[in-house]
């Protein structure tokens, strides 16, 4: 079961913006923030930032994520075909001392 | 370059015995802490269990606390997961993770599979 919530699907024009969303609470995303997965079908998935707007190092600048409160997002500017895939985010809950990840969200490039 | 392999996956019946083992290499493997995460088929990511550095704590999600045991061999450089008592529901892909602030370095998969 989801310990986040995002949207099961976004859609946006090529070329154009994105912004996915991620809902927690003060034990997840309001505690130490959030990091974002990209994955593409059929493969693992691939950290694009973290605590945040970390990105690791390769991360196009594309991508950046904020938060506010108990929310994450993620933007993703100037979309390409290649940016279609499922998005997770993904959070440490200090009550669980775990990971715990949204369900995805599947950005279609139009 | 961080490099993180999985093995050991497969077709089990329920009920029965499985180990993965995850190889890693390009990192200091002992000052990091190393969790396993699953997929179900079409389904979301599902943190499983976690062990820091030395291999001495550990933390497992409930629906596996009890059945799977993670261990790691750090002069060997390699992450174990021991599934027992196997179910259909744990049918998925296993990953094995780099912790680095965040899940940062993940391996390709391992497939395991519980049916009858």
């Known amino acids: 079961q989801a310990g986040l919530t995002q949207p099961p699907s976004v859609s946006s024009d090529l070329r154009q913006t994105a912004t996915l969303t991620c809902i927690g609470d003060?034990?997840?995303?309001?505690?130490?923030?959030a990091a974002w997965l990209q994955q593409h079908q059929g493969h693992p998935p691939k950290l694009l930032s973290y605590?945040?707007?970390n990105r690791p190092s390769g991360i196009s600048e594309r991508f950046s994520a904020s938060r506010s409160g108990n929310t994450a997002s993620l933007t993703i500017t100037g979309l390409q075909p290649e940016d279609e895939a499922d998005y997770y985010c993904?959070?440490?809950?200090?009550?669980?001392?775990?990971?715990?990840f949204g369900g995805g969200t599947k950005l279609t490039v139009l | 370059e961080v490099q993180l392999v999985e093995s050991g996956g497969g077709l089990v019946q329920p009920g029965e015995s499985l180990r993965l083992s995850c190889e890693a290499s390009?990192?200091?493997?002992?000052?990091?802490?190393m969790h396993w995460v699953r997929q179900a088929p079409g389904k979301g990511l599902v943190w499983v269990s976690h062990i820091d550095g030395d291999g001495i704590a550990t933390n497992y999600a409930g629906s596996v606390k009890g059945r799977f045991t993670m261990s790691r061999d750090n002069a060997k450089n390699t992450l174990y997961l021991q599934m027992d008592s196997l179910r259909v529901e744990d049918t998925a892909v296993y990953y094995c993770?780099?912790?680095?602030?965040?899940?940062?370095?993940w391996g390709q998969g391992a497939m395991v599979t519980v049916s009858s």
């Open positions: 605590r945040n707007n």
């Open positions: 003060s034990n997840t995303v309001g505690n130490q923030g």
């Open positions: 993770a780099k912790e680095a602030g965040s899940l940062e370095v």
């Open positions: 993904s959070a440490w809950d200090s009550s669980l001392s775990g990971w715990v």
């Open positions: 390009g990192f200091t493997f002992t000052n990091h802490w």
